[in-house]
């Protein structure tokens, strides 16, 4: 590929809104254009380091340190490939989307890579005063979930424990589509009559029933170029899924009282805590309708399954809740709430940190202000057979070469997280974890 050809392509990607870096196989940024420096490069030479050590500060590439590279995926498949990263920036870690696209020289092989990074607005991996908080492997995949199926219309069914955030995803699913502009419109199908059902849902027209003084806009015409969420809807009734599932493959509804069918323009997400397969088999919840939501199905992970998550939703949630600000937890604090099972997951966490401000005088909520009050969350219980054991006495460096072995399969060891519980750096973590594997 020539210098001239290479200099009209760092040209164009100069004139892109989206920040754009040029590398070779080698990992080796080429170029960076005006939009990657203004946005991730702090004032610091880019050209000629190696996209890992700019990204992660690793020594070694992203898929030789526990991290998917979406460049040797690229390389390999030769086609684009896109994952979601946790990338070191100015402002601190953040998620970023990340799309890697082999670029071809004039006999068909590949010379270069353009990678383009999209920095996550719907997600915080820092503690923060709204949104979704998270940057454990469990939030990370759900994540990358909601940014893949945003940028369609796809139905989309969120699914998981009570109390786990399914309407704040879903608010992430709406901010990160093209319906962004449009209105969020959240509905809760528990406890809702037939009656209600038709008349909040399509509205009614003036003296449909007995008190029916004007027309009124039903929900799904205040969503019309916007999203509607459906939660709760395995609460629904089967005589009630009849009228959705009509609405949902005619596109078209009728004011309750009224005789015109009007069309319908929004993006349906729904959400439940049950089992809808299981409930389509005891015939509580209709086949078709399951079909007709399922297009799309995220799991929204229990706070157990993402318990080194706790300390950065439980510093976010101090921030939303408590009226003094620059109040913080003691490291005992923190290290209690991680130990903790939450059966009703973020929500108990955020009632059980609104007490704890409450019955703090000082800046620091310590443990006596969590435990005063919660005596019926139980300790989580680690499984007896995925422990930790040594059955003899060993010398200090083999029992860290053993811990180190067990640790790297366990949840959360990404290497920025398991570096921060081990309480070192990610270049030592590597070192060590390169004795354990014996390279």
């Not at 010379?111 to 999209?118: D, I, L, N, S």
């Not at 509905?187 to 029933?209: R, W």
């Not at 007709?292 to 949630?317: G, V």
Request: proline residues 5%; glycine residues 8%; contains cysteine.
């Amino acid at each position: 590929m020539t210098s001239h050809f290479l200099s009209e392509l760092l040209s164009f990607l100069d004139g892109l809104p989206e920040p754009r870096i040029v590398m070779n196989a080698e990992y080796r940024i080429i170029a960076a254009n005006a939009a990657y420096l203004r946005e991730f490069g702090g004032g610091e030479p880019i050209a000629g380091r190696t996209c890992y050590a700019v990204s992660h500060h690793f020594d070694v590439p992203c898929d030789q340190a526990g991290e998917s590279c979406p460049l040797k995926l690229s390389h390999e498949s030769g086609t684009p490939q896109r994952v979601l990263h946790l990338h070191h920036t100015p402002r601190g870690d953040e998620h970023v989307d990340v799309e890697t696209t082999p670029i071809r020289d004039d006999q068909g092989r590949i010379a270069y890579f353009v990678e383009t990074m999209r920095v996550v607005r719907q997600a915080s991996s820092r503690p923060a005063a709204q949104g979704l908080v998270g940057r454990s492997p469990a939030f990370v995949g759900m994540l990358e979930k909601v940014l893949r199926v945003a940028p369609s219309d796809a139905a989309v069914v969120l699914l998981g424990e009570t109390g786990t955030g399914k309407e704040l995803v879903a608010h992430a699913i709406h901010e990160a589509s093209a319906r962004e502009g449009g209105p969020f419109v959240a509905v809760d199908c528990a406890g809702m009559t037939e009656t209600l059902f038709e008349s909040e849902l399509f509205g009614y027209e003036k003296g449909a029933f007995t008190g029916a003084a004007h027309r009124k806009q039903g929900l799904v015409e205040a969503a019309s170029g916007g999203t509607l969420f459906l939660d709760e809807i395995g609460e629904l009734p089967l005589s009630l899924q009849v009228k959705l599932l009509r609405l949902l493959e005619t596109g078209t509804y009728r004011r309750v009282g009224g005789l015109e069918w009007l069309p319908a323009d929004f993006r349906l997400i729904t959400a439940t805590h049950r089992d809808l397969r299981a409930m389509v088999q005891a015939e509580t919840f209709r086949r078709d309708l399951y079909f007709r939501i399922n297009t799309f199905p995220i799991y929204t992970p229990a706070l157990h399954e993402r318990s080194e998550d706790i300390p950065l939703l439980a510093n976010s949630l101090l921030e939303r809740v408590d009226r003094k600000s620059k109040r913080h937890f003691s490291p005992a604090a923190l290290y209690w709430l991680s130990s903790r099972r939450f059966t009703g997951n973020i929500r108990e966490l955020r009632n059980l940190i609104e007490r704890a401000s409450l019955l703090a005088d000082g800046e620091v909520i310590d443990v006596a202000h969590l435990t005063d009050m919660a005596e019926d969350i139980p300790a989580a219980r680690p499984d007896a057979e995925d422990a930790f054991r040594v059955a003899e006495v060993i010398d200090l460096d083999s029992l860290e070469r053993r811990y180190l072995e067990w640790v790297r399969t366990r949840p959360g060891s990404d290497p920025a997280t398991l570096a921060g519980r081990l309480g070192v750096s990610q270049r030592t973590l590597y070192r060590k974890l390169q004795g354990v594997r014996g390279d």
